[in-house]
């Protein structure tokens, strides 16, 4: 790889998200700074190799990104000056220093979490904007279809063009209101790298890790919400687990198997730490009971308890208060494994057929459930359903043998 490819793609992760906060901050138009961006980013693809680094890759970008914006502003008959806008951006670029670089990521978190933009893109728009995901994989975390994912994020950024929709940093009293999307999006993000245990994918690993990092920013920002608490302890318990979920030969290995000396303890530590501090301020919400699920989890496999019931509070509290599929159908697994098998398969039966028709998750679990209830044949055709919609090799075979083992 060359010296320029290298340069590229390490500007491109380590600073993406701070080029597009400051295109965004003075157009207000996130569509047209992403696609001024990505312009910027092709024509130094095409030129670097051949005329050589810039000694300021980044400061090169934003002055290509920004000719490129100018463009657009005078087919637009815009009135104002392009020239006075990349001029204020060069000062605030030469001011700035790398320390700041998470303050820049924070200030687009919570700005496309605005008020104004409607409450069920604000999260989808935050994860492609400010994370990079694209429309399909936003669109297969909250199960619908990509087109349909891809029509609400071109609306959410023509209204913040239209409206005008200013990108400045809001007042304090201005967050709380602003943070369920923003925590949203970071586990969301944080999920898409989780899907890649083993980091073959560098690009999923790296969103993981950025999500992490992102949590435990919010969380020196609002050190007084628990729900930002209760986040970061869900990802850390998730994290410190990652090395036990794959075998040397690459098989994954679910959590009732992992060999807990290779979870991180200093990460589980620090989970707990945040979880009790979270629950100080008295006001559960979706991510302290999620992190709150995490923590029996491990509590059950390091201490050899099986605290069943408990688990089934937890996630009738967490259905209770955040009734998405993946806690409905986690819910009926906790129920079986509370030795209420019937019941965990009532509940699954009970969810809405189209929501779970492709959601690899609910027939996984109700292949299990199915085969605890003796019922092999149809736990089989579960089996069958989940391997078709599973992406990952390790877990397809892992879901095979386990189909398999019910036809011997």
């Known amino acids: ?77 815009t009135q104002q000056s392009a020239a006075e806008t990349i001029a204020l951006l060069y000062e605030e670029m030469r001011t700035m220093t790398p320390s700041l670089f998470p303050d820049e990521r924070l200030k687009l978190l919570f700005a496309c979490a605005h008020p104004a933009i409607e409450e069920a893109v604000r999260t989808p728009l935050i994860l492609q904007t400010v994370l990079g995901l694209d429309a399909a994989r936003i669109a297969s975390a909250f199960l619908v279809a ?32 602003r943070l369920d999307a923003v925590l949203c999006a970071v586990y969301a993000a944080y999920g898409t790298g989780w899907d890649d245990a083993l980091g073959a994918v560098a690009g999923n690993r790296d ?12 969380v020196a920002l609002m050190p ?45 530590s620090e989970a707990e730490g ?7 301020a008295g006001s559960a919400g979706r991510f302290q009971l999620e992190a709150a699920i995490q923590s029996l989890h491990a509590q059950r496999r390091l201490l050899g308890a099986k605290p069943s019931g408990a688990l089934v509070h937890l996630y009738d509290r967490l ?28 509940q699954l039966d009970a969810l809405p057929a189209a929501s779970v028709a492709s959601y690899q998750p609910f027939w996984a679990t109700r292949a299990v459930l199915l085969a605890r209830s003796g019922d ?13 919609l599973t992406e990952e090799t390790a877990v397809h075979r892992f879901l095979s043998d386990r189909r398999d083992s019910l036809r011997s």
């Open 207 to 218: 969103l993981g890790d950025e999500a992490l990092a992102l949590g435990r920013m919010i």
């Open 319 to 346: 259905v209770a208060h955040s009734p998405t599929i993946g806690a409905l159908v986690a819910r009926a697994a906790a129920y079986a494994d509370a030795d209420d098998v019937a019941t965990g398969l009532a």
């Open 146 to 177: 990509p087109a349909a994912m891809g029509q609400r994020l071109v609306r959410a950024k023509s209204k913040i063009r239209d409206a005008g929709i200013a990108f400045g940093v809001p007042e304090r009293s201005e967050l709380p209101e």
């Open 224 to 268: 007084e919400e628990p729900e930002a608490r209760g986040l970061l302890a869900l990802m850390l318990h998730c994290e410190a687990r990652r090395p036990a979920r794959r075998s040397a030969d690459g098989a994954f290995v679910p959590l009732d198997e992992q060999d807990t000396a290779l979870w991180s303890r200093p990460m589980l």
């Open 274 to 280: 945040e979880l009790t501090r979270a629950a100080q």
């Open 1 to 77: 790889m060359t010296e320029a490819r290298r340069t590229i793609e390490r500007v491109a992760r380590a600073s993406y998200g701070r080029l597009l906060a400051l295109i965004a901050a003075r157009s207000r138009d996130i569509a047209a700074a992403e696609d001024a961006l990505a312009d910027a980013f092709r024509i130094a693809v095409e030129s670097w190799p051949s005329r050589g680094v810039p000694t300021n890759p980044e400061a090169w970008l934003l002055t290509a990104a920004h000719n490129n914006l100018r463009h657009v502003w005078r087919r637009r008959k």
């Open 376 to 388: 092999r044949q149809a736990a089989v055709a579960a089996y069958d359903r989940a391997i078709g």
